[in-house]
């Protein structure tokens, strides 16, 4: 037999090792601002449109590269950063693989501008391919720009698999922070699609932490400093008041790397025993400090996750040290175990005591028409949104509110109410036909009232409904399940898992029960009353996409992200034919909610055409 084994040529190796270092945009922009960082930059833009699929570009202030250094930059393990085995064992440098330019350049178009200091004129490369197109001198900076161009545009599966640009940005904005935050004294500057996004001035751990988390983050701090023989422990821990259900605010850098480990997360957990819920998280930012000798960082491609030679010790300091920081800051006697800020919501359900909430929630009133029916109002809205089972939909709306309605009723005087609105507000009898609404291009509901016409989005006035009844689901644990006859089985990545973990106690409180939640699967054997079975994979993926997307700062709770999102994905949407009873029902159901007048999306829900103004119009 001939010799079959032959070396892969330089471009194809290249592409491979590309995989390991290049996920998703994300990957390019940890690499391209951590080689500024150890090019000693101390000030560094990130520019990013579309979300790194059309550029990423890093600008920084740092040493450049010589016109050679340039060239070799993008060779496969050229690196300045290491010489020897050896110098694994004390790395100061964020890099030391010489793989990612290499990598990078495999899957994309990249232009290089750098210029070193000493050197008069600075030099400008482009590659496409790992092929070298161009490498002429450039009038530049002391510095180096870099631009990554049409990301894995010769591996169409890799870019057909992106996510949602949303998604992606959120990534390049987790990175972004990691960096950010491990490098206070360096200004770093963000922007996407022509808009700043982050602006961070050179500053300490604290600014920077607020900087990027909102001002209201400084009153939440408590610092830890603790400094042993073998381990130093620098930054922050949010107080126990502040621990979430999801994992968001969680940091720990070592050596000012970030990494996961979820064993010092433990050791922080079990510093805050006693002084937190077993079901929540608390939040840190934490820094240390080892000798370079005793981790080993090799042993994951992308750098974050790391062993120690002695484990034990960094867990039992760590823990003692932050325990100290809580009592020393007079955490504990200033802890209320009565706040729970599960409930810090729009809608305060939790500390409320039924009291004559029946006036705005009563369910028999139909404003459009004469005489209050005794219809039973749970048996309309047999079709509608979603196909099948949306009788079932709106049979729950009642649920839950029907003790509420029945107990401590004055049932005259909510009569005399309703009948008040019904009077002043709608004509008596509107359609010749008896009813009361009609139906415009699928989208609009039209009822007329004394005052004019009133006209409805249905698909924003039944977000509306559904996100308020979610809301308090969520909020109260109310959710009405429907057993599945099999396990509804899933499958997605493991970070989306991980996603639907950390959100799966809300998902549960809506109706959810998921039987397995691991790995890359998710057995549901109950979904919410609110939603048929063929819904249920596009709704977990549009969640999935949401929590990933939350931006910080941004003021809602994660309930009310929740809610949000399965209200816009369950409504009944545009284009959708209703009949009379589905009309009235979501006429009475809207005009039941807190706030009618909005979709959660902040858009109006109805229109009122005055009489009036409609005479104007024919003079
Ligand atoms: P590594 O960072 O592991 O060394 P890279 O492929 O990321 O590998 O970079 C290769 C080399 O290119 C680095 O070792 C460094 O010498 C040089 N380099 C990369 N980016 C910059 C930059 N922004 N400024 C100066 N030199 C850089
Ligand atoms: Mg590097």
């Known amino acids: 037999m001939t010799d079959i084994i032959q070396l892969l040529p330089d471009h194809v190796a290249n ?23 150890d090019a000693k930059s101390d000030t560094i833009t990130l520019v990013v449109k579309d979300a790194g699929k059309t550029l990423i570009q890093v600008i920084d202030n740092g040493m ?138 050179a500053s300490n751990l604290k600014q ?17 400093s603790e400094e042993t023989e073998i381990l130093k422990i620098e930054g922050f821990v949010l107080k126990p008041e502040f621990a979430k259900k999801s994992r968001g605010e969680q940091f720990f850098f070592v050596n000012n790397r970030f990494i996961r480990s979820s064993y010092l997360n433990h050791a922080v957990s079990s510093a805050f025993e006693g002084l937190i819920k077993n079901d929540v998280h608390p939040g840190y930012f934490l820094f240390l400090e080892v000798d370079p000798k005793t ?26 040290t932050i325990k100290h920081s809580l009592g020393q800051f007079n955490i504990a006697p200033v802890l ?67 003790d509420e309605d029945q107990s401590e009723v004055k049932l005259e005087s909510m009569e005399f109410e309703t009948e008040e609105v019904n009077a002043e507000l709608f004509e008596k009898q509107p359609f010749e ?54 396990p509804l089985i899933l499958n997605f990545s493991k970070p989306d898992i991980a996603v639907l973990i950390k959100v799966r106690e809300q998902l549960e409180n809506t109706g959810f029960i998921f039987s397995d939640l691991k790995d890359e699967t998710v057995s549901i054997s109950g979904i919410p009353a609110l ?24 003021s809602f709770s994660q309930n009310d992200m929740l809610a949000k999102t399965m209200a816009a994905s369950l409504a009944i949407k545009s284009g959708t034919s209703l009949n009379a009873e589905e009309r009235e029902n979501i006429i009475n159901q809207l005009f039941a909610c807190k706030e009618p007048t909005v979709s959660p999306m902040n858009k109006n829900v109805f229109v009122v055409l005055e009489t009036e103004s409609l005479d104007r119009k024919f003079i």
Do not use: C
């Not at 640009?165 to 935050?181: C, K, Q």
């Not at 981790?295 to 003692?320: C, Q, V």
């Not at 800020?341 to 009133?365: A, G, L």
């Not at 249920?536 to 700062?553: H, S, Y």
């Open 433 to 486: 036909s008896g009813q009361s609404s009609i139906q415009i291009q699928n989208k609009y509901i039209l009822a007329p009232m004394k005052s004019g016409v009133m006209v409805i989005h249905q698909n924003y006035a039944h977000q509306r409904i559904l996100y308020e009844e979610l809301l308090k689901n969520i909020t109260v644990k109310e959710g009405i399940s429907q057993q599945l006859l099999f």
């Open 208 to 224: 920077r932490i607020v900087h990027i988390f909102g001002r209201k983050t400084e009153e939440k701090l408590v610092p830890v």
């Open 15 to 37: 592409q491979i090792a590309a995989g390991e270092v290049v996920q998703r945009p994300a990957s390019v922009v940890k690499e391209l601002l951590e080689n500024a960082i």
């Open 64 to 201: 450049g590269m010589s016109h050679t250094d340039a060239r070799l930059s993008f060779e496969r393990h050229a690196t300045s950063k290491i010489k020897s085995a050896e110098d694994l064992f004390s790395l100061h440098t964020k890099g030391f693989r010489g793989e990612a330019l290499a990598s990078i350049a495999a899957i994309a178009h990249v232009e290089l501008k750098s210029k070193t200091n000493d050197s008069e004129i600075g030099t400008h490369l482009t590659i496409e391919g790992s092929e070298v197109k161009s490498q002429d001198p450039v009038v530049t900076p002391v510095g180096t720009t870099i631009s990554v161009k049409n990301l894995f545009y010769n591996i169409p599966a890799r870019r057909n698999f992106l996510k949602s640009d949303a998604v992606e940005l959120r990534h390049i904005i987790d990175e972004f922070h990691r960096v950010a935050m491990a490098h206070p004294d360096v200004e770093f500057n963000m922007i996407h699609n022509g808009n700043d996004v982050f602006k961070l001035p």
């Open 531 to 554: 939603i048929t079975e063929n819904h249920v994979p596009d709704l977990l993926e549009q969640l999935i996409g949401a929590v990933k997307e939350e931006i910080p700062e941004d």
């Open 295 to 320: 981790i080993d960082i090799n042993i994951h491609p992308t750098k974050t996750e790391i062993k120690f030679e002695d484990e034990h010790a960094i867990y039992a300091m760590l823990r003692s």
């Open 336 to 402: 209320d175990f009565t706040h729970n800020q599960e409930f810090d919501t729009p809608y305060n359900y939790s500390k409320k005591i039924p009291q004559m909430p029946t006036i705005e929630v009563d369910r028999n009133f139909n404003p459009f028409v004469e005489k209050n029916p005794s219809r039973n109002p749970a048996s309309g809205f047999k079709s509608g949104y979603a196909g099948k089972g949306a009788g079932a939909a709106w049979e729950s709306l009642y649920i839950g509110l029907k």
